[in-house]
């Protein structure tokens, strides 16, 4: 399998605080791989260092091919409210595109995202969702090399969270694109990834790599249910621990005694 992005030692350090140090992982071609860590962590320090939002201050980042999308939670302030929908998912193309190409790249992302109808809309006249929609239309008709989510459904209910879930299945089924995707949601991790990156506390380095072994076609009560993902979800759990401090059982119990036997001498 061809990579479409490596990360080589890669580390970042803001003033005298260190973010992320020496990691390095491959994303192949038509992957998923969801990146999971303790809050503050260095989670979003790498999506901007795989961007080029920042430099890192350590290593490096190979991306194959020219095209990068992002798709950040929060889609309020990722789309221009003056814009349609239409305008928003052509934007990026304007300087690249002509006129008509735009218009076809556009009406097909909205097709897949199913908001051909609010094509001519703004985006402030659509549900969180269906704003969340649209970024996600406007990533696919860059088509990207590579398409980085930032916690994308994370400022979404529930059953939309579900729902995006599964367009992000199919569009990456259909579409064949790559995909890294951060989230806090080990559950997210698991429905979603082919791989899973786990990330330590601060600052993150990468405590797993590990291969999701469940069908390519999901869905939201089959896979859920289903034994090997209840396992991963608990092996990422108990990997999520690293890098915390462990309570001292002994110690905690000895207090507890002491205190309980104090309480029973006051009330005596
Ligand atoms: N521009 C900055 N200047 C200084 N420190 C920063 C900057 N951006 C992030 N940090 C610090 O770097 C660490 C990692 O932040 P980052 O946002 O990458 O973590 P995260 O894992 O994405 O957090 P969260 O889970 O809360 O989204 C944090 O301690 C944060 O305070």
């Not at 999971?36 to 962590?41: E, I, L």
């Not at 969180?128 to 916690?151: F, H, K, N, T």
């Not at 529930?158 to 879930?165: D, K, S, Y």
Request: proline residues 4%; charged residues 25%; aromatic residues 6%.
């Amino acid at each position: 399998m061809t990579n479409m992005l490596e990360v080589a030692d890669l580390g970042h350090t803001y003033g005298e605080h260190q973010a992320i140090a020496g990691l390095s992982f491959n994303v192949g071609a038509g992957e998923l791989v969801c990146v999971v860590g303790p809050s503050g962590c260095g989670k979003s320090t790498l999506l901007r260092t795989i961007s080029g939002l920042i430099t890192p201050s350590h290593g490096s980042v190979d991306l194959n091919g020219d095209h990068l999308a992002v798709v950040f939670q929060d889609y309020s302030r990722s789309l221009f409210p003056w814009l349609s929908v239409q305008g928003n998912v052509e934007f990026p193309l304007r300087r690249t595109t002509k006129r008509a190409e735009r218009r076809r790249r556009a009406a097909e992302a909205l097709e897949w995202v199913g908001l051909t109808d609010a094509a001519k809309k703004n985006p402030w006249q659509l549900s969180g969702g269906m704003q969340q929609r649209v970024a996600i239309a406007r990533a696919l008709a860059y088509q990207p090399s590579l398409l980085l989510m930032d916690e994308p459904f994370a400022s979404v209910d529930a059953q939309t969270r579900f729902e995006l879930e599964d367009l992000l299945l199919k569009v990456r089924r259909e579409l064949g694109a790559t995909v890294l995707v951060v989230t806090h949601d080990i559950d997210e991790a698991v429905y979603l990834g082919d791989r899973i990156l786990v990330l330590s506390g601060s600052p993150a380095r990468l405590v797993a790599d590990l291969k999701v072994d469940l069908p390519a076609v999901r869905d939201q009560v089959t896979t859920r249910t289903d034994e090997k993902f209840v396992t991963l979800r608990s092996r990422v759990a108990r990997l999520l621990n690293v890098g915390k401090p462990t309570v001292d059982i002994a110690k905690w119990a000895a207090a507890e005694r002491e205190s309980l036997a104090e309480e029973a001498l006051a009330d005596r």
